[in-house]
């Protein structure tokens, strides 16, 4: 099933990162800001494709907070605080860009 069906009506995607260079959980996902939700999404398997998907609303969110850590190899972080809390991790220029887009909506 393509993301596109996940959707809801009236949603836009507003930012999206490469594919599965998002980490959450320990799993690489592709990231997408819509005007409504934070979508974290991976197609995973290898002969059974199935669909793994997390959904944040933006107007759940209450905080948010970027920072890096390391000294050779930086992962930037974002910590969204909300209902639940959330640490994203990536490649620091896509996780400031991310940072941003979700600064726009809160």
Do not use: C, H
Request: charged share 30%.
């Amino acid at each position: 099933m393509p993301l596109e069906d996940y959707l809801l009506p009236g949603e836009d995607i507003r930012f999206r990162s490469k594919e599965n260079t998002i980490k959450y959980g320990g799993k690489e996902y592709q990231l997408l800001v819509t005007n409504k939700r934070i979508l974290l999404y991976s197609r995973r398997g290898l002969l059974f494709k199935s669909d793994d998907l997390i959904s944040i609303k933006l107007d759940e969110i209450q905080g948010i907070k970027y920072r890096e850590k390391g000294v050779i190899g930086r992962t930037g972080i974002i910590e969204i605080q909300g209902k639940t809390n959330f640490q994203l991790e990536g490649k620091p220029s896509e996780i400031k860009a991310l940072y941003n887009q979700i600064l726009q909506f809160i």
